[in-house]
């Protein structure tokens, strides 16, 4: 079915699209709803909350593809370049935003199965636009002052208002903490390889820097969850799908550190 794009004035494009929980026949028939709109106006990207679904959905045509994007989050940018944007929402409008050329997402396919990607280029530039709409956000809020304002006075009813007090951040740096703890709990786990290898004196060497490692662990959790409920507060619009995501990133980081320190216990220690 092809549905309605919602333009301006429609208030709604500054809703927080929630999460997908479930991966059922109604989420294939939006991703259905929103492939069929995009034909219809050959369009090559398309966020559910322009079709009236507020859930976070992005639809990429890719080739003569369409792939659902669900859930996405980005989790790694490097190098910016400034690109000329057009809106779908604010028609006949451009402007020049900065955007990250190469970033990496974490997002699910139609049946929950996660996955992530690298993109580049255009193709990163086209899916931060649209990610940007499934957090309450448009193009307008990447751009200075002095071009607000001109669009203000340009509008007919001026920029549309956000009564929540911001659009949501598509990165947290409280990632780069959760990152930082993942990364040494991996070259620990590879030190469980190493004690093959090396000699008695050097497998005492790895034990006291598996222990150092282990130790520093823990303190990088403490500053994920500092920092994130430090952006939790910061982005009070927000909080309803960041709380979830903190415990639970919480929960499974003390999870994996316990069975790494067991293993550098039973394992590593000589």
């Known amino acids: ?31 259905t709803d929103m492939t069929d709109t995009m034909k219809a106006n050959n369009l090559d990207a398309l966020s559910a909350i322009l079709v009236g679904i507020q859930y976070n959905v992005i639809v990429l045509k890719e080739g ?3 792939i659902p994007y669900i859930n996405a989050r980005l989790i790694k940018h490097a190098d910016k370049a400034v690109f000329t944007e057009r809106s779908l929402y604010y028609p006949g409008i451009s402007v020049e935003v900065d955007r990250y050329t190469r970033v990496t ?24 636009q649209y990610l940007d709409y ?3 956000s448009t193009f307008v ?19 549309v ?3 929540r007090g911001g659009s949501c951040p598509t990165v947290f740096y409280r990632d780069y903490f959760k990152s930082g703890a993942k990364i040494l709990m991996l070259l620990i786990l590879l030190s469980f390889a190493a004690v093959f290898f090396v ?31 430090y952006e939790s507060r910061k982005y009070k619009q927000c909080t309803s799908c960041q709380t979830g995501n903190i415990i639970g990133t919480t929960a499974i980081l003390l999870v994996q550190l316990l069975i790494v320190a067991a293993g550098v216990l039973f394992w590593v220690k000589p």
Request: proline share 4%.
């Open 161 to 163: 208002a956000d009564a």
């Open 134 to 136: 499934a957090f309450g």
């Open 64 to 66: 003569d593809e369409y």
């Open 199 to 229: 000699s008695a004196d050097a497998a005492r060497t790895l034990y006291t820097v598996d222990t150092f490692a282990l130790a520093a662990v823990p303190l990088l959790i403490i500053g994920y969850i500092l920092y994130a409920f």
């Open 105 to 128: 997402a974490i997002y699910e396919d139609a049946e929950g199965n996660p996955h992530h990607r690298d993109l580049e280029g255009e193709e990163a530039r086209r899916f931060q």
């Open 141 to 159: 809020d990447r751009v200075d002052k002095e071009m607000k304002r001109r669009l203000d006075g340009h509008l007919e009813f001026g920029l």
């Open 1 to 31: 079915m092809i549905r309605e794009i919602i333009q301006y004035p429609n208030p709604s494009i500054r809703l927080i699209s929630a999460n997908v929980r479930f991966f059922d026949d109604e989420l294939r028939q939006w991703i």
